[in-house]
């Protein structure tokens, strides 16, 4: 007897990820600290069941981070993150909820996976709204914790009065759909 299963890789086409982090800054008050980069690598596989290939996993180069300060950016970079050891942050994505089947419409999504900072990996939950159309998925999901969670160091510089959990990170853009049937 044969089975089919339909799985669907889903490839990175246009997409932004970006951290926000409030802060309090001597002589500008409270702000929201934002970092962004497109370097993002990687390949998605859906299964049918909604659950993803293990062979699933979102690359972001960490070392492509930009903010509006490049003093928060060489910080972020050789405390926070330690890029130079660790210049990725990687997502294993694992099961989706809010999707029952690839078809163009608009839904609200969770999607459950591992994310691993520099060496640390931990779940996480991704939460927000995809819209297919033709093949291709317009994303926005967003995911938080605590800098302790992945055991992060809040920037500590004269002009930082304070550093606000959580750090919010944000996924957006486009994700092309292409459809397989295996065996």
Do not use: C, H
């Not at 999901?141 to 809040?154: C, R």
Request: overall charge positive.
């Amino acid at each position: 007897m044969l089975f089919l299963t339909t799985l669907y890789q889903i490839n990175i086409s246009d997409v932004e990820v970006r951290y926000k982090v409030n802060e309090t800054l001597v002589q500008v008050g409270k702000t929201t600290a934002i970092g962004k980069t497109k370097a993002i690598s990687g390949k998605i596989f859906l299964n049918s069941d909604n659950a993803f290939d293990t062979t699933s996993i979102i690359k972001v180069d960490l070392s492509t981070l930009k903010s509006d300060q490049e003093r928060r950016d060489r910080y972020i970079k050789t405390k926070t993150l330690e890029v130079e050891k660790y210049p990725f942050a990687e997502f294993y994505p694992q099961r989706i909820e809010g999707l029952k089947e690839i078809k163009d419409g608009t839904y609200n999504v969770k999607i459950y996976g591992k994310l691993k900072i520099k060496d640390i990996i931990k779940n996480v939950v991704w939460s927000g709204k995809i819209d297919i159309k033709d093949n291709k998925a317009n994303v926005f999901l967003k995911t938080e914790f605590p800098f302790d969670y992945f055991n992060l160091q809040k920037p500590k510089v004269p002009v930082v009065i304070e550093i606000d959990d959580p750090i919010v990170l944000e996924v957006e853009g486009i994700f092309d759909i292409k459809q397989n049937k295996i065996d």
